[in-house]
């Protein structure tokens, strides 16, 4: 069983609990969910008007 959910995140989300920052993974490739792992850097030369697949492995394609 498989699904496609289109994120267009490119940052996390900044959560303040009393002092304390928390980062959301707002991209949906964090290993680490909900909390951001850093993953998103990857998004970072995406261009607009692509789609772009994540594969497990880390690789990613263009469609
Ligand atoms: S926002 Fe998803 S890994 Fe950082």
């Excluded at 969910?33 to 970072?44: L, V």
Aim: hydrophobic fraction near 25%; charge should be positive.
């Amino acid at each position: 069983m498989a699904r496609i959910i289109i994120k267009t995140a490119q940052q996390p989300l900044e959560i303040k609990v009393g002092n304390e920052s928390k980062w959301m993974c707002m991209c949906g490739l964090s290993k680490n969910k909900p909390f951001c792992d850093g993953s998103h850097k990857k998004t970072t030369d995406e261009k607009d008007g692509k789609l772009y697949l994540y594969h497990p492995d880390g690789t990613r394609t263009e469609m």
